[in-house]
């Protein structure tokens, strides 16, 4: 009976057609299934043709995401430099420092201050309107206890040459415009 049902099991009926199933091991001694060589290759040739198109993209990407992410952290720093003035009621100064390219939020109590390194970005100037642009050392902006503060604007360049002007008004209101060169 056992017999039966193995011939039964090795053919099988599709579409009316009879179909026997045999494994290579009844054709080729010792046979092993496996992946052949050009199998192989050509499943590495898709894996490399894929990386070659996605990694320059990525690589791009990753440049402008650094000047993207200063100019986040500029913005950021003075809106959070205006809610900690008029939450303490206390100025707060913002200390750009163009030498290190940090961003430094100072004059609150000791855990309200912070630093930013921006990552292979440089600050190119700072200035305001009242006074003339600052290419080295340090400049300082002071955010009164109503949330305010002198108009300033600060210019970031990535080694790629883009760059992000970020615009500060009296009422701490920031706009940004980028070039890319």
Do not use: H
Request: glycine share 6%; proline share 2%.
């Amino acid at each position: 009976m056992a017999g039966k049902a193995f011939e039964t099991f090795k053919s099988l009926r599709l579409l009316g057609v009879m179909v026997k199933i045999e494994n290579c091991k009844s054709r080729i001694p010792n046979c092993k299934s496996a992946f052949t060589l050009i199998e192989l290759f050509l499943v590495l040739a898709i894996i490399g043709i894929s990386t070659a198109i996605v990694v320059p993209s990525f690589l791009q990407s990753m440049k402008g995401n650094r000047l993207r992410v200063a100019t986040r952290t500029v913005v950021k720093a003075g809106r959070y430099a205006r809610s900690i003035a008029v939450l303490k009621q206390a100025p707060i100064t913002i200390v750009f420092d163009l030498d290190n390219s940090t961003v430094s939020v100072a004059g609150g109590e000791g855990r309200d201050n912070i630093k930013r390194t921006l990552d292979r970005i440089t600050i190119e100037f700072v200035m305001s309107s009242e006074e003339d642009k600052v290419t080295k050392g340090s400049y300082s902006v002071v955010y009164q206890t109503n949330g305010r503060c002198k108009p300033y604007t600060i210019r970031m360049v990535d080694s790629e040459g883009a760059s992000t002007e970020v615009r500060v008004d009296a009422l701490a209101t920031a706009e940004t415009a980028t070039e890319n060169e």
